[in-house]
Structure formats: C-alpha cells, structure tokens
C-alpha cells in the first residue's frame, strides 16, 4: 500500500480516532465530582479507563459517569 490509497489512511483514522475518544473520557473523568461517580470507587474507574483504553472510555460513559443534574 501507498500513502496515495484511501486503504493506507483508513487504520490511521480509526486509531486517531481512537486515541481522542480516549483522551476525552480520561479528561472527563478527572472533571467528575468522586462522590458522585457510578459503579466503582473513582480507584477502579482509572485502572479501567488506563488498562481498557477504548473499552474503558465506553464503560465510563455507559455507566460510571455521574448523571447531569
């Protein structure tokens, strides 16, 4: 493959992608008041958000991100 074919650029995109989605749920995180995290301890929410990476941002965003008052 070249730089030339859109199959070259398209694995770059998804992981670009990737990689903002993640860094956005780990900003979010750090934002989050800790009494008011769902699910885990605010502990177990960052080794999930760090080890899962893409996975992890899902499951905070689903499950462990605090409710809009």
């Known amino acids: 493959m070249t730089p030339g074919q859109p199959m070259f650029w398209l694995p770059l995109l998804v992981l ?3 990689v903002i989605f993640w860094a956005y749920c780990l900003a979010d995180f750090t ?3 800790p009494r008011r995290i769902r699910g885990m301890t605010r502990d177990a929410w960052l ?7 893409v996975f992890g941002g899902v499951a905070w965003l689903l499950a462990g991100r605090p409710r809009p008052r």
Do not use: E, I
């Open 31 to 33: 934002r989050a008041d």
């Open 16 to 18: 670009a992608a990737a």
């Open 47 to 53: 080794v999930l958000l760090v080890v899962g990476n």
